[in-house]
């Protein structure tokens, strides 16, 4: 087979490295920015190449020794070889470039938020179980890695995949989610297509490791990593979690950011950057256990926070009560049902929204909307600034982009948060 030789030029949002072959885009298995590299071509399409490291001929300066052993080969981290001063210019590149090209955004981004964790920051992680072997998939494959225990989770956390490693029955699982709080205790779940079998050999262990929840789901469907089915097999209903100075409980199917520090970043530069007032109602659309909504409740009249995961919503309110906290209203159902009806029935429009949305971005009525209904300000919160940048496009009449800002919840990955603070023309 031809090989060629190039130097590794860019990452795409993958991460993986990209070279030139005839000004022709070539997506590497891996390589960091300044590596000159050896490799052959694996695919070949009109418009670009897929292509396969063979050797590195000269390692590019930026070159760090991993401190994982899998990182050649797991696809959990992207750029454990990369300093991370680098790591975040390459993100706040990457934002800036999407917006631009995406949104024709001409505004600069400061720097990136760090992370104070770079590493045993990620409070969930889920393990792949194929025919009793554990780990996680590789780089941009679905080939497992065997793994023994991860730099990103905590410690009890491998102590818990230590144990499930060596269990006898391991191979009745397909999927193993570990979720810890801030105290290291461990929310389990046990993914399989059947029942399971018993725990009883290695529950005291897994008590010793600091578990305190364990949950069944049975799922059949290879298309999401968990079901709705969970059953409760032991312990508490929920994990308790405490994120700026407030308590939350969290239910095994409810979303929580992974980075519970950077998280407290986030959130503290948003409400800096949004300067609600007293006078304000806040919408927190997408607000999963009530975090956002609750933090900020205290700065504002009321908050409506709305969230499709019923289970979710019941968290948020037990939350709000946990915490005494009175001025805030939980509904559940999806943003862009919710919003509309309450303008129509109760005649309430917000004048600030924090939108935090999953990677696909917001549904385009709940942005016909709020163009329709134009608010004071929005901050749009998202992990994915190629929907972010694209739904901005359709609000470039309504809504004037004040600011944009990045913030690293995702450390050694290509993934960032990105806030971006907009005003009403
Ligand atoms: N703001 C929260 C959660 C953000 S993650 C936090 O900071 O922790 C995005 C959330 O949106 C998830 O909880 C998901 O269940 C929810 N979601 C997805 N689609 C939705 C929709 N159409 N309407 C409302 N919520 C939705």
């Known amino acids: 087979m031809a090989e060629f030789t190039g130097t590794v030029i860019d990452f795409d949002y993958k991460g993986r490295g990209i070279t030139k072959k005839d000004g022709v885009a070539v997506f590497l298995n891996g390589g960091i920015i300044g590596d000159e590299v050896k490799y052959e071509i694996t695919k070949q399409k009109k418009n670009w ?6 050797k590195i001929l000269k390692e590019s300066n930026f070159r760090k020794k991993s401190p994982c052993k899998y990182s050649k080969k797991c696809g959990g981290c992207d750029f454990l070889e990369l300093p991370y001063e680098i790591q975040k210019e390459w993100k706040r590149k990457s934002v800036l470039q999407q917006m631009k090209r995406i949104a024709k955004l001409e505004l600069d981004i400061e720097e990136v938020i760090s992370s104070s964790q770079l590493t045993h920051y990620r409070n969930h992680m889920q393990f792949q179980v194929k ?3 554990i780990g996680l998939y590789g780089k941009n494959s679905k080939d497992l890695v065997e793994i023994e225990s991860c730099l990103m989770q905590s410690e009890n956390s491998n102590r818990v995949l230590q144990i499930l490693k060596h269990w006898k029955k391991i191979r009745h699982l397909d999927l193993i989610g570990i979720r810890s709080n801030e105290k290291d205790e461990i929310m389990l779940i046990l993914v399989s297509k059947q029942k399971l079998p018993k725990l009883n050999d290695i529950l005291p262990l897994l008590l010793d490791a600091h578990v305190v929840s364990i949950y069944e789901n049975i799922n059949s469907s290879k298309k999401y990593h968990y079901s709705r089915s969970f059953t409760k097999i032991f312990g508490k209903d929920q994990l308790e979690e405490k994120l700026l100075d407030l308590q939350y409980e969290l239910s095994p199917n409810s979303f929580y950011q992974v980075n519970r520090r950077a998280t407290e970043q986030l959130y ?3 409400f800096e950057l949004l ?13 999963g256990i009530g975090t956002i909504s609750l933090s900020a409740a205290p700065k504002v009249k009321e908050v409506i926070g709305v969230e499709i995961i019923p289970e979710a919503i019941e968290n948020a309110r037990n939350n709000a009560i946990k915490n005494g906290i009175e ?5 559940a159902g999806s943003a862009e049902e919710i919003i509309p009806r309450l303008w129509e029935e109760e005649n309430i ?11 696909a971005g917001l549904d385009r009525t709940l942005i016909e909307f709020f163009r329709q209904n134009p608010v004071k300000k929005i901050l749009y919160i998202s992990c994915n600034s190629a929907t972010q940048a694209r739904d901005l496009t359709f609000w470039r009449d309504t809504y004037h982009v004040e600011e944009i800002i990045g913030v690293d919840l995702f450390p050694n990955t290509v993934h960032v948060e990105t806030i971006v603070l907009m005003s009403r023309e």
Request: net charge positive; proline share 10%.
């Open 268 to 270: 503290k530069k948003a």
């Open 275 to 287: 300067q609600p007032s007293k006078d304000d109602i806040l919408y927190d659309l997408y607000c």
């Open 131 to 133: 025919n009793g072997r």
């Open 49 to 54: 190449y897929e292509g396969k490291i063979i």
């Open 327 to 331: 001025n805030v209203r939980f509904m």
């Open 349 to 359: 429009l917000p004048d600030c929204i924090i939108l935090d949305p999953p990677r």
